[in-house]
């Protein structure tokens, strides 16, 4: 009898521990691997969900067991009979899931550190996060865009902060994630591995527009980046081009409508037909003044039924006067 118990304890230990490994290597439930980081995290979630995976069958297996073994048969109207316990069957039970945690808790932290040591040549990207659009800024080249371009193969050092309020930067294809807090910069150690464009989102509910923070990271080849960087730096000479360029750069699109564009922002009022009706908004203030204001000084000339304090008071800061220019022609060519 002992050793035919001995015998399906381990046919038993095998299958379940069968199980755990066929869940962990197989079964995916994670978006494409597009950075060394997601490599590694990837390979603890696998980790974690095949041990889970025998933990699971263990207990509810026990409990199926007890509820069919031990369940009162029928005209049994008896108390059952009193148990004090079994001390060895409570030492394995606390010394199996002390050790479980113990190891878990080393792997994790040895995945950790590798995912969060900086490289050699990393490349800096400054992200700040507002309501609702994201800008990266990058120190090297004194460049800001509002898509973020990365080299493939090359760390990257991202510095995350908050214009308003408290925002969280998301890129699911490369399993980083990091709060933006105003006042604060906290830091996100990279490297991407798979050229393609992968999309960014805020993690942190931020207001009504919070749903349409939506970025991409694009990650390509080393000379493709230096094209992009010298293409970014060149304003178009077509007035027209020029004007939906800097209306895409400072991300405006994620709060107006704008047909001209593509932009299908509600957050703020839609900009389709501004320059007929701008002149007509403020009495005293023409066309041109009206946007110049509405750009410099937003919260004194809110549109009535829209939100004061959305708009970046400092836009007109980050504004070059001729960029400035360039965007209040375009828009009153509206």
């Not at 069968?18 to 490599?39: E, H, I, K, N």
């Not at 990266?136 to 510095?159: I, K, M, Q, S």
């Not at 992009?228 to 027209?240: E, K, L, M, N």
């Amino acid at each position: 009898m002992r050793e035919r118990t001995v015998f399906a304890l381990t046919v038993l230990t095998l299958v379940l521990l069968a199980a755990g490994y066929w869940v962990g290597s197989s079964v995916d439930l994670m978006p494409f691997q597009a950075s060394t980081r997601s490599v590694l995290v990837d390979g603890l979630f696998r980790i974690l969900l095949g041990v889970a995976t025998v933990i699971f069958l263990i207990v509810e297996g026990a409990l199926v067991y007890a509820v069919l073994r031990f369940r009162r048969r029928a005209g049994d109207e008896s108390d059952a009979a009193p148990v004090h316990g079994h001390t060895g069957l409570e030492v394995v039970w606390t010394l199996i899931p002390a050790v479980l945690v113990t190891g878990i808790s080393v792997y994790s932290f040895m995945v950790l550190t590798d995912i969060e040591r900086p490289g050699d040549d990393a490349l800096v990207v400054e992200v700040t996060a507002r309501q609702f659009s994201w800008e990266f800024y990058y120190p090297d080249y004194e460049l800001t865009a509002a898509e973020v371009h990365l080299p493939v193969n090359r760390p990257v050092r991202f510095l995350i902060s908050s214009g308003d309020v408290i925002h969280s930067f998301w890129v699911p294809a490369f399993r980083a994630k990091r709060d933006a807090t105003p006042g604060q910069v906290a830091e996100l150690v990279i490297e991407p591995q798979t050229i393609g464009r992968y999309p960014v989102r805020c993690a942190e509910l931020c207001g009504f527009g919070h749903a349409g923070m939506i970025t991409e990271v694009v990650v390509e080849t080393d000379p493709d980046f230096r094209s992009w960087i010298a293409g970014q730096r060149a304003i178009p000479s077509d007035p027209i081009e020029a004007g939906r360029f800097l209306f895409g750069r400072y991300g405006c699109g994620a709060c107006h409508t704008l047909t001209d564009t593509g932009a299908t922002g509600v957050v703020g009022p839609s900009l389709d037909g501004i320059g007929e009706r701008a002149a007509t908004r403020v009495a005293g203030l023409d066309a041109e003044g009206y946007m110049r204001e509405s750009i410099l000084r937003p919260s004194a000339l809110v549109v009535a039924g829209f939100q004061d304090g959305l708009m970046p008071p400092n836009l007109g800061e980050r504004l070059s006067q001729q960029e400035l220019d360039i965007l209040v022609k375009y828009l009153l060519g509206q």
